[in-house]
Structure formats: C-alpha cells, structure tokens
C-alpha cells in the first residue's frame, strides 16, 4: 500500500512533540502541558486512520514501510501492522492521553521533562510494535528503558532510586541475551527481518537455547514469576503515569514478544518446553493472587494483581500444543491466542485506570496505604462509582472487558486439561475476593477520617479521563466482536505457523 | 638494496609525522620567545598547527595502497593515514576542551602543548611501524610524553606518585618487550614485519615465550587485566585534562599496536596470541566492571570503566578475521569519542570552589546545570551500550564478530558484563537527576567549550541513530 508513511508518523510524531515539549522548557509550562495533550491527541487521531484502513481478511503486513537503514548490518528500517499489533499500537496512543492529561497538575518539578519523557516514550514504545525488522525492533526496545528509568527515578516515590535501577538492570539482563539470540538468527538467515527469522530452518538444540534466550526478555518485561519481583517496586515508586503506562503498554510488550518471536521462530521448543511456561503462568494466577490478597499498599495489590492477570496472557498463549494433544487439532487453539490478546488489552485499561484511581486518591491524602482510607465513596460518589466499576473489571465480571479474555483463557484451558482450567479459573474466586477486600475498606464503609473527610470529589479533568477508560472497558466487554475480527485472521496465520515443525529434514 | 635518493616525492606519505615535527619545534620556538606576557599565544598556535598538518595530511599523505618507506622500516596504508588523523582530531579536541581547566591550575604553559605534541608524534610513528624498532621509538616516544605530562603538575604530590607508578611500570612493559624482540629477533633473524608475516611460525618453546612477553607489554600499553594497575592511578592522580589526553589518543596507538605487530607481523599463526588475549580481554571485562562499582572518585570509576571496554576491544581480535578488526576499529572510534566528551564534561563540571572529583559532587547535576547534565547523560548511556546511542553499535558489531566465529559463550559473557557495567553509568544518571545536590556553587559557563562539547555529543547521538557512515568506513579500511 502507497500512501502517507501513516506508520512513520505515528511513532516519530509523539517522539518529535517530545523533544518539542523539552525544549520550551520550563519557563513556558502552560504552553508546554497544552503542546504536550495536543500531540498526544494527534497520535490517537493519526490511529484512526489505521484502524479504519486495516484490511481483516489478510494476514500479511500491512501499512509496510521499507527502507534500507545499516547496509553494513542488514538492517532494514521496516514497519507493518498485522492483526496482533494493532491493538496494542491503538491500546498504547489511547493510553497515553489519559496519562498526559492526568499529570497535569500534580507534577510540579521538571513539568516539561515529565511530558516529554512520556511522549518519547509512546513514540519509542509504538516502535516496539510496528517493527518488522529484528534489529530496530531491539533499538526501540531497549531505548524505551531510558524515559521510563527516568520517569521511575525523578518523579516517583521515596525508594524511587531502588525501584527504578532494578528495573533498569532487571530488564536490561533479559534483553542482552535476546540480543545475542537475535543476532545468532542473523548470522543463520542473512539478514534481520523477523519474517526471515520465521521461516528459518532450526535444528531443535538451536531452537531450545534461543527459545530461552527470548524467554528471559520476555518473562522478565510480562513478567512471569518468578521474574516478577521487579514490578511491585517500580509500581509503588513510579508517579501515577508511569505506573499506568507501565501497567498498561510496557508488560504487553512481553506478551507481544512471546507471539511475534517465541511461538512463530521456535516452534518446536515451544511445544517442547511449554510445560514450563504453563506451569509458571498457573504459579502466576494462583500464587500471586493469594500474594495480592496480602497487600497493604494499594499500588502493590494491583502490581501484584498485573502479574497474575498477566498469567493469562502468557497461560493462553501456550495452552495451543496441549490442546493439539488432547483434540487432535490446533483449531480449538484459536481461543486460547484471542483470550491472551483480549487480556492484554483488557488488562492495560483495566490496571490503566486503576491506577489512575489511586493516583486520584493518593494526589488528595498522600497516602498508598489501604489503611488511610475507608468510606470513600461518602465523600467522593462520582469517584466511588468508577473506582467501583474498575475493580469488578478487574475482578472479571461479565459485562467489562475483564470476562472475556479470562473466559476464553479458561475455556481453551479446559480443552487442553481440566487441571488447568480448575486452576486457572481459581482467579475468579481469588480476583474478585483481593478487589472486593479493596474496595470494601477504601470505598464503602464509614468515613475513616478527617484526611479522608475532607476529599473533594472528580473535578472535570479527572472525570473525563477516567469516564473515557470506563466507556473503553465496557465497549471491550459487551461488544468484543471488532477487536476478536481484527486479530482473527492473524491469530489463524500464527497457529499455522505453530503447526509446522521448522527442524530441517534428515 | 639500492640506496634510493631521498626526494620529497618519496617522502610524502611520511607529511603527517614531518610536518607535525616541524610544528613541534616551532611551537617551542614560539613558546620560548612569546614570553611570560602573551602566555595565551601557543594554545591557540598548537591547534592551527595541528589543523595545518591534517590538512596536510589529508592533501598529500594519501596513498592509494600500501606503501613501504625507509628500507622497510615504515609502512603507509589508508588505515594508517585514518588512524593518524582521528590522533589529530582526537588530541586537538582534547588540548582545546582543556584549555580554560589549564588556565584555572595555572598550567597553560607552552611545554604542556609539546609534550602533548610529541605524544602525538609517537603515536603516528607507531601507527607508521613495520619494523620492531621503529615499534619500540613510536611507543617510547609516546611513553615518555605522557609520564611527563601525568607529572606536569608539580607542586602535587598524587601527580607525581602516579607518574612514578607510571614510570616503572611502563619502563617494566617496555623491558618485557625489548626482551619478546630480541629472543624474536634471534629466532627468526629479522626484525622487519614483513618478513615476520611471512616466518612459518612453528618455532617451539622460544617463539611462545617471545609472543608472550610481547603480548604482555601490548596489554599493559592497552591498560588490559592484569596489567592494568596504572590506569586507575593515572586517571586519578594526574591533572583531568592529562587524563583525557591519556584515556582518548593513544588507544588508537594501541590499536595499531595490535594491527601491526599481532594481526600482521605474527598473523601467519594467530593461534597463540589469540588464547592469550582472550584471557586478558575476559579478565579485563569481569575485573573492570566489578571493581569499578565499589568507586566513589569519577575518575577511578571511568578508568575501571575504560579497563573494561578495553576488554570489548581485545574481543574484537578474537575472531582472528577481519570482521573482527573493524569492529575492533569502530569500538574504538566510538569510545574514544564518548570519552572525549565523557572527561570533557568532567572538566567543566568542576566548580568555582573545586573540582568535580567524586561522584557525589554530581549529586543534583540535572537541576544545577540541565544542558551539562544532559550531556552527560546521553554519554554514560552510550558506553553503557544502550540505544539509540552509538555505544550500542559498538558493542553490536563486536558480539556479532564474536557470534560469527562462534564465541557464542565469550558473547555471552561480554553481554552479561555489560549488565552489571550498565549500573555504574547509571549511579552516575541518578546522582545527576535523581539526588539533590550539595553544593550550590555556580559552575562556570565557559560557553565555547560547551558547545564544542555539545556537538562531540550530538555526534555521538547521530551515530546512534545512523551508525552507516561509520561501519562503512572501518570496512572499507580493514577490507
């Protein structure tokens, strides 16, 4: 397709309205936070376009770009969209809004340097998606750490320094390996496209160190236990936009991984060796959730809640070998891939807006602790009532986008082994027993105190911002058929590839 | 061999060493007669000079192939001539982001720019060798410079202890190497390179002790695990604008060190000096980055910081092929540039009641001074290796040598390093942004070195983003 460089612009827009917001400097904040909202609508606009012109009924890259970056390396500057990411370039310039809008007055140092950090960091994180070359696929990847590692260190919380190092090196660990693997894959195809790198023949000991090459990139950015030790405390320390954005794009970024480089270049260990990511995810959905049952902090119980809701992500993704062995075909594999990418969108409104809540509370008592509230909703109805909403998503109830990637989770589940799914569906029992708690002693109950006495309730920005995510969640969660469409047919392309052994004959 | 009559014509590929000779000479000259008065005279002489014999250099050094001078003794290619040219730029950026920092001391004499100057000349002699002693004038020459310069602030008593340590160490290396050329020279009977690329190198037990002892005096030039311990004492103890000069420059003499004795004079059987300089680039990789975590002084820390990229660079030679020596070749562009700006930075850190020493006086940089802290910033996170700074690339193209002549498990532990290496340049990220400061002393504006070292940095972001130009030039020189 010939057309404007739609792609291009979606990620070098938001990059170049950064750099913009940083050199007005802090001498100009108003003008800055107004250049900061307004090119970060833009990029939810240049979307539309997108959305609109994604053609469902192909699998192939769409919208491609190609142009030759580093001869010397084979490198390509080579974007495309197909169904697995388009959602989540659409999840993450819908996200990003909210996330602008919400700091608007709560940051008061380095005000411009927090806008630009951000918007850099859409741009870079959109890269992540659109690459179809492996090389600038692990630039933007990597280059997404520095805004974030910043946003962590200087606007976050008292043990910000702690937090926002271990998840620098925590990350920075995973990926150098991916590295190496990315550039064995290279030296074998020729060159870095990651559709070379799928079609490559792969004897299965190659495939198996590559395969856990990618798994340390990936499990430790979804993050799957027992590498997710990290995410609790750069949640808690992060300012409310980076735990939104954290939560909402950067762990999809894992589950991105493992469906566009895990299950598609190493099939046959993945269908080898998945008993360790099925074993893991169950670890993830039932131990975790116990763990989030603990929590104090609130930050912390949806840090926690993110990792067993992740858990899915990574549960689906796997479930397709086990149900070939118990169904004789991968077709029934369909809904475990569909439950994994409506979780991964789900789940980053979701979390998203439950972060925003708390930063909504937080920017009124100071306080993360549970027990500095209760008897919120007293106070602050408008706000209860999202807070609400939020949190029986959260929980998975029918009717919000949370039901329906657990659903389809469970359902593929029980196809693969009834163990799975019993195990996998305890999440229902225990996410609405660690949301409920929540919500029973923050929201309702008596009016705990006079910090919490004296809560306004939403003023208009707030109001937009989290009424927007609530209309998000429920069209998810009532009408799944556009975003089950627009993956279906690459969801099929992707179990196609999954059936095909990629060992060389003989 | 017939005695060739010396014209101009057949000593033109040697302009870069004549003219900065000449400009040597005149700079003291000059230095001599100025007097006390107009003391600001030679700084701003020596770079004019030194533009004056690149340009040379580039109008009339050029040789299309390799060219062989002096009955042998030295060699023009184009890799020498780009060699000695990124010298030139590189000891010009250094003199001049110093200048202002020398003034301060009260140290801008005219014998600091010769010393820096017969340094340079050193380097271009070693870069030119093909013969074992023309090797040994260009590194004495060199040697010789900078133990000077590392004591050329008198009056203090660290600088004169780490050019002691300097000294003996050096003259140690020196002597390990004297000793590697003769037991060489007295196997093989030549001294020239040529005819030792051309020796079938199965010699027995003497050949393997001159190569070692030969390779040993490379690594203490390179500062290399376990020859390494001036460097950090050297970094530290000598005046900041001496350390840049000895951290940038001469790791091109270094590399041409490696290029012309290792890969071309003993490259017929690369087998030995290959093992060797595995262990030390292993050693050096683990030992850097671990010991420079425990740093509190920023110049310790960069000097750990500079033994363990020198690890990276040593992996470069590994492989033994020529995709090896150009990415050893672009590993040691970009570091040399990064660290220009890196030491450039510490320079202008320093405040006006004192030097920027320890890491702790970066402690609220980003809110002191943004542009500065910026700099450094982009900086720190191009050694460290990540994108989208040029630092990634370096470390890219020296795993995929690796990979491809399948050190899969050496990539492996070089990436790992780098891992724990990436925590160190970030302290210095968080003492900058995430810490407030101590000190609200102003720093100095000093708005032309700034910029100069605003540009060095841009330059370093560009060829993150677009490293083309740079890959094809180390290919284009190693072939």
């Known amino acids: 397709m010939r057309g404007p460089a739609l792609l291009s612009w979606i990620i070098w827009l938001p990059i170049g309205g950064g750099l913009l917001v940083l050199a007005l400097g802090d001498a100009r904040v108003r003008l800055a936070r107004w250049v900061a909202v307004a090119v970060a609508l833009a990029t939810l606009l240049l979307c539309l376009p997108v959305w609109h012109g994604y053609d469902h009924t192909t699998a192939a890259y769409q919208f491609v770009e190609r142009l030759s970056w580093i001869r010397q390396l084979h490198a390509e500057y080579y974007l495309g969209i197909d169904g697995i990411s388009l959602p989540l370039i ?56 520095i805004p974030m590692f910043l946003i962590i260190g200087i606007w976050g919380g008292p043990r910000r320094v702690y937090a926002s190092l271990k998840f620098f090196l925590y990350t920075f660990l995973g990926s150098v390996l991916m590295l190496v693997a990315l550039i064995y894959l290279y030296l074998q195809s020729g060159d870095y496209t990651i559709a070379g790198f799928q079609s490559l023949p792969l004897g299965l000991s190659e495939q198996r160190w590559i395969f856990l090459a990618f798994l340390m990139a990936f499990a430790v950015k979804v993050p799957m236990w027992p590498v997710h030790t990290w995410l609790p405390d750069a949640h808690v320390e992060a300012p409310t936009g980076g735990s939104v954005i954290l939560a909402a794009i950067m762990l999809k970024m894992g589950g991105y991984g493992l469906l566009r480089f895990s299950l598609p270049i190493t099939p046959d260990a993945s269908r080898e060796l998945d008993w360790l990511i099925i074993g893991l995810s169950l670890i993830a959905v039932v131990y975790i959730g116990f763990v989030a049952l603990m929590q104090t902090d609130m930050k912390k119980l949806i840090a926690y809640s993110s990792v067993a809701h992740m858990g899915f992500v990574t549960l689906g993704a796997f479930l397709a ?34 972060f925003l809540c708390i930063g909504v509370m ?24 999202f807070m609400v909403l939020f949190a029986l998503a959260n929980a998975g109830v029918p009717g919000t986008s949370g039901f329906v990637g657990e ?100 | 061999m017939n005695p060739t009559a010396i014209t101009f014509e057949a000593l033109r590929p040697a302009i870069a060493e004549m003219s900065l000779g000449i400009s040597i000479c005149i700079v ?39 060219t062989v001078l002096f009955d042998g003794l030295y060699v023009a290619d184009r890799l020498g001539m780009f060699l000695k040219l990124a010298a030139f730029v590189s000891v010009g950026l250094a003199l001049f982001y110093s200048q202002a920092f020398l003034a301060r ?5 005219g014998e600091y720019q010769v010393l820096a100057l017969t340094a340079l000349l050193g380097i271009c002699i070693l870069v030119s060798a093909n013969n074992l002693l023309t090797v040994y004038l260009g590194i004495e020459l060199l040697a010789l410079s900078l133990y000077a310069l590392v004591a050329f602030d008198r009056d203090s008593g660290v600088s004169a202890e780490a050019a002691i340590k300097f000294f003996v160490l050096g003259a140690i290396a020196s002597g390990t190497l004297l000793y590697g050329m003769s037991m060489l020279y007295g196997l093989t009977g030549t001294l020239s390179l040529d005819k030792l690329a051309t020796v079938n190198a199965a010699h027995g037990a003497g050949f393997v002790i001159a190569v070692t002892f030969i390779v ?72 850097g980055n671990l010991i420079a975590l425990a740093q509190g002084s920023i110049r310790r820390m960069l000097a750990y910081s500079a033994i363990a990229n020198v690890g990276f660079i040593l992996l470069g030679f590994i492989s033994a092929d020529a995709g090896g020596y150009r990415a050893a070749l672009a590993y040691t562009l970009i570091y040399v540039l990064t660290t220009l700006g890196s030491f450039a930075v510490v320079l202008l850190a320093a405040r006006n009641d004192g030097e920027a020493e320890e890491l702790d006086d970066y402690k609220g940089l980003g809110a002191r001074d943004p542009m500065l802290a910026l ?105």
């Not at chain 2, 001391?105 to 004499?109: A, D, E, F, K, P």
């Open chain 1, 407 to 506: 659903f389809l989770v469970i359902l593929a589940a029980y196809k693969a082994n009834f163990w799975y799914a019993f195990l996998a569906a305890t999440t229902l029992i225990l996410g609405a027993a660690y949301t409920l708690w929540l919500i029973k002693r923050v929201i309702f109950g008596p009016v705990a105190n006079e910090q919490v006495a004296a809560m306004k309730d939403l003023d208009g920005r707030e109001s937009v911002v989290l009424a927007t995510l609530a209309v998000a969640v429920l069209l998810v969660g009532l009408w799944p058929a556009p975003l089950l469409r627009t993956m279906e047919v690459s969801v099929q392309h992707l179990l196609q590839q999954l059936s095909i052994s990629k060992i060389p004959a003989g």
């Open chain 1, 90 to 145: 659409a999840l993450t310039a819908f996200m990003t809004v909210p996330v602008v809008i919400a700091g608007w007055r709560v940051i008061e140092k380095r005000v411009t340097q927090y806008f630009a950090a951000f918007l850099i960091l859409e741009g870079l994180m959109i890269g992540v998606f659109c690459a179809l070359d492996a090389l600038l696929f692990y630039f933007f990847w990597e280059a997404m750490l």
């Open chain 2, 28 to 66: 003291l000259l000059v230095d001599v007669f100025a007097g006390a008065a107009r003391r600001q005279l030679t700084p701003v002489l020596t770079l004019v000079l030194l533009a004056v014999c690149a340009w040379l250099t580039v109008e009339m050094g050029f040789v299309p192939e390799r």
């Open chain 1, 321 to 354: 070998f086990d149900i070939q062995g118990a169904t004789g075909t991968l077709s029934g594999a369909v809904n475990g891939l569909d439950g994994a990418m409506v979780q991964m969108v789900s789940h980053g409104l979701i979390s998203g807006a439950l």
């Open chain 2, 216 to 287: 040993v005096a490379v690594a203490f030039k390179f500062g290399a695990v376990p020859f390494h311990m001036w460097v950090p004492d050297v970094y530290q103890g000598a005046p900041s604008s001496v350390a840049l000069l000895v951290s940038t420059a001469p790791k091109f003499a270094s590399f041409a060190l490696v290029m012309r004795l290792l890969t071309y004079g003993l490259g017929a059987d690369p087998t030995l000096w290959v093992q060797i300089l595995t262990a030390l680039a292993v050693l050096s990789i683990l030992a």
């Open chain 2, 105 to 109: 001391r009260g140290i801008l004499g």
């Open chain 1, 362 to 385: 937080y920017d009124r008592v100071h306080s993360r602790e549970i027990s500095a509230y209760g008897g919120v909703i007293n106070v602050m109805p408008k706000f209860g009532a």
């Open chain 2, 375 to 479: 700099l450094m910033l982009v900086l720190m996170f191009s050694t460290a290796g990540i994108p989208p700074f040029a630092g990634f690339w370096a470390k890219l193209w020296i795993i995929q040598a690796l990979l491809h002549t399948h050190h899969t498990w050496l990539a492996t532990l070089a990436v790992l390093a780098s891992v724990v290496g990436a925590y160190y340049y970030l302290r210095i990220v968080w003492f900058m942004y995430f810490d407030a400061g101590r000190s609200q002393s102003a720093i100095p504006r000093q708005f032309v070195i700034r910029s100069a070292v605003a540009l060095n940095t841009l330059a370093v972001f560009a060829l993150g983003i677009m490293p083309n130009a740079l890959l094809a030039l180390c290919t284009s020189l190693i072939g």
